[in-house]
């Protein structure tokens, strides 16, 4: 058994206790606002038909929640990662696994998500604690329903990575190693907004061509950066790149594929988000990512168009042309060169 406090109460962060508390493991998740409702009523609004088990528990108490843990879970949205880690910094323990559950890259520090922990730890004299990024195709709707699930537990810590492995593994979820950290927490940014993409295309009323050239180009960009920053090539193909990129751009649970469809149909980027009601991901992504490519001088030209779509307000019809209408180019030209 493992004691485990879980940050963030969201979707993910409460289909992973319930997953966790069902698998024998002392679980206590921590909530800002709903810890008590969740506690009273053992429902998540975002996941009907799910029970909490009783014996998960929960708490608006940072110190309850980090104390004594053998792993902490950080499960809130990527923009709000740095402000909860230095909430539970000073609580943290050396020796701790820190396992972060977001998907993101940080706006101007270019951080990822465990690099951001990272750094407040350090703010904070925090030292010893390995740090595990869990990421791969993993809707929290299916998870809370026990439906086959598979995963990446990603770090330099090879020890870290496995213990995180042997706690999450069980007969619905499957856990893969990666050490690759850099590369999967890329995957996991990135994806969502290809996921978007592949949304405003439906929007349009384009059909499932666009959506696999979307999906299978917006991986090549995807690769192109990541093997500019030193990345595994191997990666990519794997769970955390493909696999979720897969999920994600095609899922009826996806908020970022159908953010994009609202966009896609007519709305605009704040009317869309506020239909979908919950954070979505690609859209925070957009900025670091145009970031990322600029200094690796990497040519991303669907990043570009979603973001000129998102931020710029451009008409994406036009955009789909500049897209179809760009220069000649070999599907098998070296990594590095224009797509």
Same mark, same amino acid.
């Given at each position: 058994?493992?004691?485990?406090?879980?940050?963030?109460?969201?979707?993910?962060?409460?289909?992973?206790?319930?997953?966790?508390?069902?698998?024998?493991?002392?679980?206590?998740?921590?909530?800002?606002?709903?810890?008590?409702?969740?506690?009273?009523?053992?429902?998540?609004?975002?996941?009907?038909?799910?029970?909490?088990?009783?014996?998960?528990?929960?708490?608006?108490?940072?110190?309850?929640?980090?104390?004594?843990?053998?792993?902490?879970?950080?499960?809130?949205?990527?923009?709000?990662?740095?402000?909860?880690?230095?909430?539970?910094?000073?609580?943290?323990?050396?020796?701790?696994?820190?396992?972060?559950?977001?998907?993101?890259?940080?706006?101007?520090?270019?951080?990822?998500?465990?690099?951001?922990?990272?750094?407040?730890?350090?703010?904070?004299?925090?030292?010893?604690?390995?740090?595990?990024?869990?990421?791969?195709?993993?809707?929290?709707?299916?998870?809370?329903?026990?439906?086959?699930?598979?995963? $990446?537990? =990603?770090?330099?810590? #090879?020890?870290?990575?496995?213990?995180?492995?042997? +706690?999450? %593994?069980?007969?619905?979820?499957? /856990?893969?190693?990666?050490?690759?950290?850099?590369?999967?927490?890329?995957?996991?940014?990135?994806?969502?907004?290809?996921?978007?993409?592949?949304?405003?295309?439906?929007?349009?009323?384009?059909?499932?061509?666009?959506?696999?050239?979307?999906?299978?180009?917006?991986?090549?960009?995807?690769?192109?950066?990541?093997?500019?920053?030193?990345?595994?090539?191997?990666?990519?193909?794997?769970?955390?790149?493909?696999?979720?990129?897969?999920?994600?751009?095609?899922?009826?649970?996806?908020?970022?594929?159908?953010?994009?469809?609202?966009?896609?149909?007519?709305?605009?980027?704040?009317?869309?988000?506020?239909?979908?009601?919950?954070?979505?991901?690609? $859209?925070? =992504?957009?900025?670091? #990512?145009?970031?990322?490519?600029?200094?690796?001088? +990497?040519? %991303?030209?669907?990043?570009?168009? /979603?973001?000129?779509?998102?931020?710029?307000?451009?008409?994406?019809?036009?955009?789909?042309?500049?897209?179809?209408?760009?220069?000649?180019?070999?599907?098998?030209?070296?990594?590095?060169?224009?797509?």
């Amino acid at each position: 058994m493992a004691i485990i406090g879980i940050i963030g109460a969201g979707t993910w962060g409460t289909a992973l206790a319930r997953m966790l508390t069902n698998s024998g493991h002392d679980v206590t998740v921590w909530s800002a606002h709903s810890a008590p409702e969740l506690a009273r009523e053992r429902r998540h609004r975002n996941l009907p038909g799910m029970e909490i088990p009783a014996g998960t528990r929960f708490t608006s108490s940072m110190e309850e929640a980090c104390t004594g843990k053998e792993i902490l879970l950080m499960a809130v949205p990527s923009v709000y990662v740095r402000k909860t880690a230095a909430l539970a910094a000073p609580y943290i323990r050396s020796g701790q696994i820190i396992v972060d559950a977001a998907k993101g890259i940080e706006e101007d520090t270019l951080l990822s998500m465990t690099g951001v922990i990272a750094d407040e730890l350090a703010k904070a004299g925090k030292t010893g604690n390995p740090l595990v990024a869990l990421s791969g195709p993993t809707h929290a709707e299916e998870v809370a329903r026990d439906l086959p699930t598979t995963i $990446v537990s =990603a770090s330099e810590d #090879a020890e870290a990575a496995e213990r995180v492995q042997a +706690v999450f %593994m069980n007969t619905c979820m499957r /856990v893969y190693t990666n050490d690759d950290v850099r590369g999967v927490e890329l995957c996991g940014a990135m994806k969502n907004i290809v996921a978007l993409a592949a949304g405003i295309s439906t929007g349009l009323g384009y059909g499932d061509n666009a959506k696999a050239a979307l999906v299978t180009r917006g991986m090549a960009e995807i690769k192109r950066l990541g093997m500019a920053l030193g990345c595994r090539e191997q990666t990519f193909s794997g769970l955390a790149g493909i696999g979720d990129l897969v999920v994600t751009a095609t899922s009826q649970h996806s908020r970022n594929n159908r953010c994009g469809q609202l966009i896609g149909a007519g709305l605009s980027t704040e009317q869309a988000i506020r239909r979908v009601g919950m954070v979505v991901e690609g $859209v925070n =992504a957009l900025q670091a #990512a145009r970031q990322l490519a600029e200094r690796e001088n +990497v040519e %991303m030209p669907i990043t570009r168009g /979603v973001y000129r779509i998102v931020f710029d307000g451009a008409d994406a019809r036009s955009e789909v042309l500049s897209l179809m209408t760009r220069d000649k180019r070999s599907e098998v030209e070296h990594l590095g060169s224009g797509q």
